[in-house]
Nanobody
């Protein structure tokens, strides 16, 4: 059974940084894409970044380019999201998603498994 466990969220002031982690288990992790999504209250879930587990391809939402970095430790089946220069508008629940079925990486419906989420709050 595929499991995704996120950690690393918290409360920071604007301009600060956080590093999120997503540990995957229960499947091969190979030839997949793992993505980070976020959802703020009253808003739709949106794709933040994604990474191809067998290569170096990464993808970012325009709103986080230059500030966030997605990376992985393949041996540990762990994906990281380094978030720098955080803004109040980055406040959301952040989710890890895996088992990608194809199509746009930023569409939640293209991922089969989800973690429980980790809260990120950025104050001004």
């Amino acid at each position: 059974q595929v499991q995704l466990v996120e950690s690393g969220g918290g409360s920071v002031q604007a301009g600060g940084a956080l590093r999120l982690s997503c540990v995957a288990s229960g499947y091969s992790y190979s030839r997949d894409h793992v993505a980070w999504f976020r959802q703020a209250p009253g808003k739709e879930r949106e794709g933040v970044a994604a990474i191809y587990t067998d290569g170096i391809s990464t993808y970012y939402a325009e709103s986080v380019k230059g500030r966030f970095i997605i990376s992985q430790d393949k041996a540990k089946k762990t994906v990281f999201l380094q978030m720098n220069s955080l803004k109040p508008e980055d406040t959301a629940m952040y989710y890890c998603a895996a088992v990608y079925s194809g199509g746009p990486w930023y569409r939640p419906r293209n991922f089969a498994y989800w973690g429980q989420g980790t809260q990120v709050t950025v104050s001004s």
